[in-house]
């Protein structure tokens, strides 16, 4: 009787040992794809074996009940990421099919890729977005500055998206999106992006986070050089310290309807403009482009060096001289205009 239970004992381990050894060799193993895509829907709260039967009707893997048993064996199915998984081609193992389900990897086909450069103003945005089929300029101007939308986006007391859509790539999967969801994927990077107490340190200098928006905007189109950031935040504060105009022309050009690249006397006299810096005080009404991180903390970072003036360098590069008096300046000023005649 003894014999008997020890010889059914080992025939046990064998078994368990030989089942073990095929279930390993079973996650290793590659089973291939359709050749046309498959879409496999996992929505939340789906079972274990609806999803088995599910892939196994899909041709992505050839046995519900080894996947199951192997899931159960993982114990990990729980950590499963809903979603709509899509398959093509080439071939999968069980052990890689559970890593793309416990990591969210739908595999999903990119369908667009957005890029907004430093800078862009929204027009511009909206104009890209247009131009791969997102929209219209003039649809998604108008929701840019929808009231309704805007408020849905906690953006406090603002009249444009101006400045809080972040320049980045932006990609898209499965289908085209609205112009609303690009425009909810800019709003949520560009608060992502935002140091955690930025907000805090803006009002610890006096102002608000949409002034420091309008500030960091102004920075990122008067340069590209990281090294200048900080102190063209310098001259702006200085002269809103100071009440005088910040008297930047891009300003000046965003407040110009009708603008075809050729700043005029009449331009730079128009005080109907209020985005004219040369005749007003203080900021703009809005941002006037999308910035940078790098600008952004420049706001909160500048220079103490006293300059309250700069001036391109006439040399190709986009640089600028800086100047603490209007005498060194105008001597700078002069060189440039002799080097454009």
Do not use: C
Not at 32 to 40: A, M, R
Not at 141 to 150: F, N
Not at 202 to 215: P, T, W
Request: glycine letters at 6%.
């Amino acid at each position: 009787m003894k014999l008997t239970l020890v010889i059914t004992m080992i025939m046990m381990l064998v078994a368990a040992a030989a089942s073990g050894v095929y279930l390993q060799r079973w996650t290793q193993a590659d089973v291939v794809l359709p050749q046309q895509e498959v879409i496999v829907e996992f929505p939340v709260r789906t079972g274990l074996a609806t999803l088995a039967a599910k892939l196994t009707a899909a041709g992505v893997i050839d046995s519900a009940a080894m996947f199951k048993l192997y899931v159960r064996w993982r114990g990990n199915f729980q950590q499963f990421q809903a979603g709509d998984y899509r398959f093509v081609a080439g071939s999968i193992s069980p052990v890689h099919l559970v890593e793309r389900f416990t990591q969210g990897d739908i595999g999903a086909k990119l369908v667009l890729s957005l890029t907004f450069p430093e800078g862009f103003t929204l027009r511009k945005i909206a104009a890209r977005m247009a131009a791969h089929g997102v929209g219209t300029v003039d649809r998604n101007m108008a929701l840019a500055s929808d009231e309704t939308y805007l408020h849905s986006l906690n953006l406090g007391s603002i009249a444009t998206l101006e400045g809080y859509l972040y320049p980045a790539t932006y990609d898209f999967y499965q289908r085209l999106p609205t112009a609303k969801e690009v425009f909810n994927a800019m709003v949520g990077k560009f608060f992502s992006m935002l140091p955690a107490d930025y907000e805090r340190r803006a009002a610890n200098m006096g102002i608000s986070l949409y002034d420091a928006v309008k500030i960091a905007s102004l920075i990122e189109v008067e340069t590209s050089h990281d090294d200048e950031r900080e102190r063209i935040a310098e001259v702006i504060w200085q002269r809103l310290h100071k009440g005088i105009p910040i008297g930047i022309d891009a300003s000046v050009i965003y407040g110009i309807a009708d603008y075809r690249g050729n700043i005029t006397n009449r331009h730079l006299r128009d005080r109907s403009n209020p985005y004219n810096s040369r005749v007003h005080r203080g900021l703009p009404p809005t941002p006037i482009s999308s910035p940078s991180l790098a600008s952004l903390l420049a706001v909160l970072n500048p220079t103490a060096e006293g300059v309250l003036f700069y001036v391109l360098i006439p040399d190709g590069r986009r640089r600028h001289h800086f100047s603490k008096t209007l005498q060194e300046h105008n001597i700078h000023v002069q060189r440039l205009v002799s080097h454009q005649r």
